[in-house]
C-alpha cells in the first residue's frame, strides 16, 4: 500500500509521551501513530454498532407492532394481508 506522509504538530510534550510509547512497544513512532488511527476508527465502528443495537432493542416493540412481526422477527397474527414478511411497499 502507499504511504502519505502527514505532518502533524503537537506540543513537546505530547511528542515525548508519543516518543516514549512508541519506544515502549517496540514499534516506530509511524507505526505507533498509524496504530492509534486505525484503534480510534475501529472503536468509532463499533460505537455505531452498539448504538444501533441499543436502539432496536429499546423500539423492538414498535417495530413489531407497525410491522407485525414476532419477537423473533417472523411474521407475525398482525401482518398485513398480502404481505406475510410485515413489510412496508411489498405485497
Known amino acids: 500500500m ?6 502533524v504538530r503537537v506540543d513537546e510534550a505530547t511528542a ?5 510509547r512508541a519506544l515502549q512497544r517496540g514499534v516506530s513512532m509511524n507505526r505507533y501513530i498509524e496504530e492509534l488511527v ?3 476508527a475501529g472503536e468509532v465502528g463499533q460505537t455505531f454498532v452498539e448504538a444501533a443495537s441499543d436502539f432496536m432493542k429499546q423500539y423492538e ?4 407492532e407497525e410491522f ?3 419477537a423473533d422477527g417472523a411474521p407475525g397474527p398482525t401482518a ?4 406475510p414478511e410485515g413489510l412496508p411497499g411489498t405485497t
Open 2 to 7: 502507499a504511504k502519505t506522509q502527514l505532518n
Open 16 to 20: 515525548e509521551a508519543a516518543r516514549e
Open 38 to 40: 486505525l484503534k480510534d
Open 61 to 64: 416493540r414498535v417495530f413489531a
Open 68 to 70: 407485525g412481526l414476532d
Open 80 to 83: 398485513p394481508a398480502g404481505n
